[in-house]
Structures are given as C-alpha cells and as structure tokens.
C-alpha cells in the first residue's frame, strides 16, 4: 500500500492490526464459546428431526419448517462466524476514506426495507448529513450487521439517528428500539429478551466497530435499548475551512485495502442449472459472500419478496418476463441495484456504466477471472 498523504484529514496511516491483549483475547475465546453453541444448538435440533424421519419415514409440516429454521439457523451463525474470524485474523488493513455517513445509511436502510415490512417492523429515520473519515468497508458492515441485530431483537419501531455531539464536534449514530413487549413482567422472559441481545451479532457489531478504532456504548434500560457510536475523526466546516489545511480531493484518501472488502455483503444466484451455480459460486468463494442460489427467475422474484440480496448474478437463458419484471420492480426501489448477466455468445466482459442495458456482463468462459472485479464494483456502488 503506498504511504497516504499528509493532510488534516489523514493525519493516521492506514494500519495493519495489531496483537490481541490478553483481555482481548480472553473476549475471543468467549465469542467462538458462543459461536459454537449457536451453531451446535441448532444442529442438535435438526439431527433429531431428522432421526426422526429416518425411524417413522415421514414427516410433518410443522416439523419440516422448523427443521429448515434450524439448519438456516445454524447457516447464519456459521457466516457470522466468519466474518468474525476475519475480524480476529489480525490480517486486516484499515484504510481511511472520507465517506457520506447518512448516504451509505440511507442506502442500507433502503436495501433493507423489504426485510422491515416483512417482519412489520417500522423504521423511522432522523438523519443529519455527515462525513467521517473510516475504513470504506466495514463501515458498511458494522450498518449491515447492526439492522441485523436491531430487526432480531426489536418488539417496536426502531429510531436510526445521525445527530452531532456539541464539543468536540462528533458524528453519531445511533438505534434505539424496545427489546421487549413492554407488558412482559415474567422474569423468565425478562431473562430471555436480555440473553437475545448478547447474540452472536452483537457480538459482530461490536467487534467490527472495535476493529474500526470506535468506542459502541450500549444502553438496555427498562426494555429499551440505545446503541450510539461516535466518530472521531468526522469532517467538519472548522476543519475543511482551516489556513493551512491541503487542497482535499478523493485522491487523498486510501481506497480500501481490505483483502475481502465485499465480506458480508449478499449474493443471489439465479441459474437453472446446479452445475452452473456451483460454478459461479466456486468463482467468488474467496470472497467472503453471504451466497444464495435459486433455479429460475420465479423463485428469485419470491426470494425477493421478504428482503434483498445485494446483488444478482443470473444466467442469460432466464432472460425473459419475469426477469424483466424483477429487474423493474427493484431498479424502481434501489436505482443501482445490481444485476450480473453470465452469457456465453461472446460479447465479452462489460461494466453496467458500460453497457447499453444497464446490466454487467460476463462471459462464462472468463468467470474466475472477471467475475470478482466485476462485483468488485458494482456491489461497491451502494457502499
């Protein structure tokens, strides 16, 4: 990485991380305690189920859909495992990018909307414009992983703030919601609501915002939680307008140098055959993508239905109506929502600002090579 330049808004380099102390550590090794009985619980539910089937041959619907509530279970805390696993590597190098705060927010709350009003949840917005100065990517997953945490936990609407400490000058934000019905008085269930909140993505918040050099305060009082964090290092007028401060443009400023900067972010694959899924899958596993496939443009307009993917990657030959349906239901919703065509006609690799339809083109000959860059960025777009 070359070294960044001096300048009042770049005043640290961008750093490998360094050791973990021993109470660090200490934290580590409750997190992947946690980690596995998160995942273990889960398992040990569904191998029953499936024991089950194995003696009796059949199996009911209630236990069908709460052995696949248990395998997804277990499926998203091994993801969150792994996110976490990069956190702990050590490996990462944080970069220093100035950044739109409220924009990449309201970009994440508006690709999660569908997510909210399927489990009818509102979220109300109180948003001042900001700019700080943090790594590009986890940024945008500490905000991804904080609406996981708050749409898990929340038995309310739940209130995203951007406001500014009086002195020093500071970007917040904050969530708050109620994490309880406020008629539960059973100390049983008291217990349960507070133990939901420890969950393994809170966990992620907080590592990720700890990773980033932030302080996350949590407050859980009389059912309600408020989960603040400030920016130090925010851009304000004092600062942009001072004597001697360098002529400041995007150059400036380190891109990410993350080695996986789309990690966590969400995948769709949509191909009718297994073998070309597995391929596209195969071509980005180095990722560190949150990936799900479906056969045809149906089941990806009913995937759709309850929360979106971050992008969708899709074989040419399901180009038809109902492709076309969902490509203008969610351009409508997100403006650069991003679609990845694989084709095999020749037409080469194509950047949707390249090309006349909007769309990414990839050629399937050329998948392990192109497909990376290309979601590179055009999944970069939102952050």
């Not at 992620?204 to 302080?215: P, R």
């Not at 150059?251 to 694959?269: M, T, V, W, Y």
């Not at 995937?303 to 040419?316: K, N, T, Y």
Request: negative net charge; glycine residues 6%.
């Amino acid at each position: 990485m070359s070294e960044p330049k001096p300048g009042p808004f770049n005043a640290l380099p961008a750093a490998t991380l360094a050791p973990a102390s021993g109470a660090e550590r200490a934290d580590w090794a409750d997190i992947v305690q946690q980690l596995g009985a998160e995942i273990a619980g889960p398992l040990s539910s569904a191998l029953e189920r499936i024991q089950n089937l194995i003696v009796t041959g059949q199996i009911d619907r209630q236990s069908l859909r709460a052995l696949r509530e248990s395998v997804a279970n277990a499926r998203e805390a091994g993801m969150v495992g792994q996110q976490l696993a990069r956190l702990a590597s050590g490996r990462l190098q944080l970069s220093r990018e100035r950044l739109h705060l409220t924009q990449m927010l309201r970009s994440v709350l508006t690709h999660r909307a569908r997510e909210a009003q399927a489990r009818g949840i509102q979220i109300r917005q109180v948003l001042k414009p900001a700019e700080v100065m943090v790594d590009g990517s986890l940024l945008f997953a500490l905000l991804n992983a904080l609406m996981d945490w708050a749409l898990a936990s929340t038995h309310s609407p739940i209130e995203m703030r951007v406001e500014f400490t009086p002195w020093p000058v500071r970007a917040r934000l904050s969530c708050r919601f109620a994490h309880r019905a406020m008629d539960v008085l059973d100390e049983r269930q008291l217990d349960a609501a507070s133990a939901g909140l420890n969950s393994l993505t809170w966990r992620l918040v907080e590592q990720t915002a700890l990773t980033m050099g932030l302080t996350p305060q949590r407050e859980d009082d009389s059912g309600i939680t408020t989960f603040s964090l400030e920016f130090p290092s925010t851009i304000t007028s004092e600062l942009e307008n001072l004597d001697e401060k360098i002529e400041v443009d995007q150059d400036d400023f380190e891109p990410s140098a993350n080695s996986k900067p789309l990690a966590g972010s969400h995948l769709l694959i949509v191909a009718s055959k297994r073998e070309l899924r597995m391929q596209v899958q195969d071509a980005v596993r180095h990722m560190g993508l949150i990936i799900d496939q479906v056969g045809s443009m149906d089941e990806a307009i009913s995937f759709c239905q309850d929360g979106l993917p971050h992008g969708i990657v899709f074989e040419s030959a399901l180009r038809g109506a109902s492709f076309q349906a969902l490509f203008d239901e969610l351009r409508n919703e997100i403006a650069d929502f991003s679609f990845i065509e694989i084709h095999k006609d020749g037409r080469g690799t194509q950047l949707s600002t390249a090309s006349v339809d909007g769309l990414a083109h990839v050629d399937i000959r050329a998948l392990d090579d192109s497909l990376p860059s290309i979601l590179l960025f055009e999944l970069s777009k939102s952050m």
